[in-house]
């Protein structure tokens, strides 16, 4: 029991800091803090990646000859790139929020379906 | 016991961002957060992701939702109290995958699948086959070199899409006076 | 702009020549330690971002204007894929980098040094140009601060 807890811990952190990220982006109004929300999640999936590629004993993955056991590389790179890819496509995100500002001066998400109802009322749409 | 510690920091730092009600506060601990994953990573031999998570997580990402802040509001509006129907959604979700891992290998485990195939050719090939000690360069750039390609892409394309949508507009449109609506890309 | 921070206008003077040599041993080091195209390209930015914080965006656009950060973003996909070009033109297959040079392993080291550069210089003009489209902004998005397309 105590051999499964400090085997699995780590991913049910994981698991949990996902679960807190996905909280934010379902429940919460405000665009900026679902996109902290996604970046919440998106770590703790890094994390649990990273640990899977962990081999108890090994090091880092860079070749020398007195050292026997490596860790996964294999991992890391998936992650590597991931990290770069993500930031690229939150600034995206982050750019889309600062336009949607400036179209509707809100950035709160029940503000702007307010403004779309009424605009949509206006035109005579259901 | 340094990773068990560290990653109740990151859950505790998770839960602040989770009540703070002000952005400011939220984006930097967004930076603490990733700072913690950065030494995470440290810790199970991933320097390469470490380093990559501490200059873009920390440094790049913080500066620009900052940016974002400073074009937009730093305060959340309305603050809504627990909302129960999202609540048992993520309770369910995280149980359906909690109970998933049980029968993972555990951590550290030598014998785990993930380590048995291409894994173990990249660590006792790489350094005859492409001669470079640092065997994450060697995968990213030499093995998995379509991949990288694919990435680099993802991000030029970002680049070019965050270009299209905020870009700069031509000074002649301000010369003639027009009234703009933001509606237009540069 | 900023004319009585002077401690922040010293330090950061003294710290972006040092970033951008890091930057640039993370590039070329990459093969043996940790490090590669995509952190080096993303230190070089936080240097330029450093000097757009402290100095002014006008300035730092003087530095790297738009049309600069916006050819390295083009750049450095064209020297990867251009890489892989080169390898089928030299009768191997697409990014198959043993035909690069005379041995596999030196062929090898010239291929990872190539790509490795492509990413990161169109990292750099990713995070660069980024950065520079969001400083560029204003609140109401009526105007730019200033122009030089």
Request: glycine share 10%; no cysteine.
């Amino acid at each position: 029991m105590a051999d499964t807890f400090s085997g699995l811990i780590n991913y049910w952190v994981a698991i949990a800091l996902m679960m807190i990220g996905f909280y934010i982006v379902i429940a919460q109004g405000n665009l900026v803090k679902k996109i902290v929300g996604l970046n919440i999640f998106q770590v703790a999936v890094f994390v649990f990646y990273i640990s899977m590629g962990k081999v108890k004993g090994g090091t880092a993955p860079i070749l020398d000859d007195s050292i026997e056991v490596y860790s996964n590389p294999l991992p890391h790179v998936l992650i590597l790139t991931a990290i770069v890819v993500g930031v690229a496509t939150t600034a995206l995100a982050l750019a889309l929020i600062v336009r949607i500002n400036r179209a509707y001066g809100t950035i709160e998400e029940s503000e702007i379906n307010e403004q779309d109802n009424v605009l949509d009322a206006s035109e005579g749409k259901p | 016991m340094i990773i068990i510690s560290l990653l109740f920091f990151m859950t505790a730092t998770a839960i602040s961002m989770l009540w703070l009600r002000d952005l400011f506060a939220v984006v930097m601990l967004s930076g603490i957060y990733s700072l913690f994953a950065a030494v995470i990573y440290m810790v199970m031999d991933a320097v390469d992701v470490a380093f990559t998570e501490a200059a873009v997580g920390a440094g790049i990402s913080t500066v620009l939702m900052l940016g974002t802040l400073a074009l937009t509001k730093s305060k959340e509006k309305v603050h809504k109290k627990i909302a129960y129907g999202p609540l048992a959604l993520v309770l369910i979700t995280g149980g359906i995958l909690v109970y998933g891992t049980l029968d993972m290998p555990h951590y550290g485990d030598a014998n785990a699948p993930i380590h048995s195939h291409v894994a173990s050719r990249y660590i006792e090939k790489s350094g005859l086959e492409v001669g470079v000690p640092n065997i994450v360069t060697s995968v990213l750039a030499s093995y998995r070199g379509y991949d990288t390609l694919g990435e680099t892409a993802v991000v030029f394309t970002a680049a070019i899409g965050v270009l299209v949508i905020i870009g700069r507009r031509k000074k002649k449109r301000k010369k003639t006076g027009a009234v703009n609506d933001g509606g237009d890309i540069a | 702009m900023m004319h009585q921070k002077s401690v922040l206008r010293v330090v950061s003077k003294l710290l972006i020549p040092p970033i951008l040599l890091f930057a640039l041993y993370v590039q070329f080091h990459g093969d043996f330690g940790p490090g590669g195209g995509f952190q080096a390209g993303v230190i070089f930015a936080a240097a330029f971002i450093l000097y757009g914080l402290i100095f002014g965006i006008a300035n730092a656009r003087r530095t790297v204007p738009a049309s600069a950060t916006r050819t390295m973003l083009a750049l450095g996909v064209l020297l990867y894929a251009g890489t892989g070009v080169w390898t089928m033109l030299l009768g191997g297959e697409f990014l198959d980098y043993n035909y690069l040079a005379s041995t596999p392993i030196a062929g090898q080291h010239l291929g990872i040094l190539l790509v490795e550069l492509g990413v990161g210089i169109t990292v750099a003009g990713a995070m660069m140009s980024i950065f520079y489209t969001f400083a560029a902004q204003t609140l109401d998005g009526d105007e730019d601060i200033e122009e030089e397309v």
